[in-house]
Structure formats: C-alpha cells, structure tokens
C-alpha cells in the first residue's frame, strides 16, 4: 500500500515562507507526476504544482513566482516551498501522486496565514 505523509504546514504570518515535505512510502519513480493540491475552508480542492518523473515543474499561474515544487529522489520527498503567503493560501495542502492506474493522496496538512 503506497502512503504519502505531508509535514511542515502550520501558521504563518502573511509575507512569510513555509516548506512542505511528501514522502512516499516507495521509490518515487513509480509515479507519474507528484505534486501538490489545496482545498481551502469552503472550496473545492485545486490544483497548486507538479512534477513529473523527468522533473518537469507545472504550476497553476497564481501559483508562479511564489511557490516552488522540488523533489529529493534519494529522499523519496517532494518539497513545496511557499513564499510571500497571502491569507489566501490559508487551506489544507494534500500531497499526490499518480499512476496510470491510480491516484493516491496524503492525509493534509493545514497552512493558516494570519494577518
């Protein structure tokens, strides 16, 4: 069973940075893509980043030039660095991974920024 655990949410104020970490429980070459969604209180869970198996960063547009997606192969780990946060990344940000065949998300882990 894959499991994906996220760390390094928690409460920040607005203009300061956060890093988040995915580990995968296997080698990370067996996905796809890995990246990073958003669901904040109230909304639908959006898409943040991702990164493919040869490394290539995708981000949604509000995302670019704040956020950054990277990833540690020999760590299993897949990083989002968060910059200048607005009060409006306040949300839970769930790790993901695909394969052809299947999804799998982490359990979350909650980013508040404060004024």
């Known amino acids: 069973q894959v499991q994906l655990v996220e760390s390094g949410g928690g409460l920040v104020q607005a203009g300061g940075s956060l890093r988040l970490s995915c580990t995968a429980s296997i080698n990370i070459f067996g996905f796809n893509t890995m990246g990073w969604y958003r669901q904040g209180p109230g909304k639908q869970r959006d898409l943040v980043a991702t990164?493919?198996?040869?490394?290539?960063?995708n981000y949604t547009n509000s995302m670019k030039g704040r956020f950054a997606i990277s990833r540690d192969i020999a760590k299993n780990t897949v990083y989002l660095q968060m910059n200048s946060l607005k009060l409006e990344d306040t949300a839970v940000y769930y790790c993901n991974a695909e394969t052809i065949l299947r999804k799998f998300w982490g359990q979350g882990t909650q980013v508040t920024v404060s004024s």
């Open positions: 990164i493919t198996r040869d490394g290539s960063p």
